[in-house]
């Protein structure tokens, strides 16, 4: 079956979230939702989860899953915000608590701090099947970008997360901890060997060389065709090899600390201090 999509674009951080709606019932599913974050003034705000809940409140929809592809490192998640205004489970793929305890020591997270998923509502494994309305959902961990990521089947729309960009842009970086070229190579693979047909939704897009607008939407089979890192005859150790010298050359993203620090807890503000305030830390000199 054909699940109804409609995407949404922060452009302050390139980043895609999705309403999926199961266009035989009013069941819905929201997929990595973004939280506005202005980090100069340390301030959140809620314009782009406002409009997706706004849009699920106008169409009367039921959302039953705030869905997270992995823990991102260039957004702030907005499932939490969005589960106290319109309900649902908060999941992602039963791989996050290897990502929360390679941040631990970073963070220098303490006891109270669960590494163990449990901020989650779903930790999803491998293969587990559940259901949005009449819709089958199937998950796919496709490690490699983050040992915790994983894509979601809906009917005929894979959401791939950070695992595949547009073909003339390629693939996500793999030098965050516990990040492996060859990894995300064998998961794109297994990506590729659903039908050509099947239509991928991004999480971002970054606008190659000589296209002017950006997009969201692409196929399988134009992956498999034309992707410039990783179409049909580019072998294992080339992927590697090209993954890996250009990583080399990328920057830290410009949230990564605060949005990897706030991910790992589903979206959930850090407790209040004595003094009521809420607070992110910024380790220096670690990266």
């Known amino acids: 079956m054909r699940p109804d999509v409609t995407p949404f ?62 823990v991102h490192a260039d957004h702030l998640t907005a499932s939490a915000y969005l ?8 999941g992602i793929g039963d791989q996050v608590p290897v990502v929360q305890r390679q941040f631990a020591h970073l963070f220098n997270l303490g006891p109270d701090v669960p590494l163990d998923g449990s901020q989650f509502d ?20 496709s490690p490699g970008h983050t040992p915790a990521c994983a894509c979601y089947l809906i009917g005929d729309a894979l959401f791939v997360g950070d695992t595949l960009f547009m073909p003339d842009y390629g693939t996500a970086r793999c030098d965050f901890p516990g ?19 099947t239509r991928i939704f991004l999480c971002h897009d970054y606008k190659a060389p000589g296209r002017d607008h950006f997009d969201c939407r692409t196929s399988i089979e134009d992956q498999r065709q ?7 005859g580019v072998d294992k150790a080339a992927f590697v090899g ?27 503000l850090p407790a209040a201090e004595a003094n009521g305030v809420h607070y992110l830390k910024l380790p220096l000199d670690q990266l």
């Open 122 to 141: 779903c930790l999803f494994h491998d293969g587990e099947r559940f259901a949005l309305g009449s819709l089958e959902v199937k998950v796919l961990h």
């Open 179 to 197: 990040g492996d070229a060859a990894t995300l190579y064998d998961s794109i693979h297994r990506l590729y060997a659903l039908p050509g047909q």
């Open 83 to 90: 589960q106290a205004r319109l309900g649902g489970h908060i």
């Open 9 to 70: 674009f922060d452009e302050a951080t390139n980043s895609y979230s999705y309403l999926v709606r199961d266009p035989a019932s009013h069941a819905a599913a929201i997929i990595d939702p973004v939280l506005n974050f202005d980090p100069a003034a340390a301030r959140i705000s809620h314009e782009g989860a406002d409009a997706i809940a706004e849009m699920v409140e106008a169409k009367g929809l039921e959302v039953q899953y705030l869905l997270e592809t992995h």
């Open 226 to 232: 034309h992707n410039v890192h990783i179409h049909q």
């Open 242 to 268: 090209m993954r890996e010298a250009r990583d080399q050359t990328l920057a830290v993203p410009r949230l990564l600390l605060p949005a990897v620090q706030f991910n790992l807890n589903a979206g959930h």
